[in-house]
């Protein structure tokens, strides 16, 4: 929601079937890991979304899945070569990657 425009608090919060102190609390989360901030306009609160923060999210991610796709490819590699002869049905196939 707030990628797109900044909201206030009670704009976020109507959006939401939880408490207004619930989403305070998820507010609060993303302002101390940086995926937002808040400005004050007057007495109003809004939230604007920092979307430099998620690039950084997405790279270290990206490492994992580099990560975990070999390990994965390796193991299926390794289970295909113990199968059984003729039995198709144990092959294990390779994660496809994006």
Not at 26 to 37: P, Q, R, Y
């Amino acid at each position: 929601m707030i990628a797109r425009q900044s909201l206030n608090l009670n704009a976020v919060a109507e959006k939401f079937e939880i408490s207004r102190p619930a989403v305070s609390k998820h507010i609060k989360i993303l302002t101390e890991c940086g995926l937002i901030t808040i400005r004050k306009e007057g007495r109003e609160r809004y939230c604007d979304a920092n979307l430099r923060r998620l690039g950084e999210v997405s790279q270290w991610i990206e490492q994992y899945r580099v990560f975990w796709t070999a390990k994965l490819d390796a193991l299926g590699d390794f289970l295909n070569k113990e199968s059984p002869p003729g039995n198709k049905n144990n092959k294990i196939k390779k994660i496809k990657k994006k």
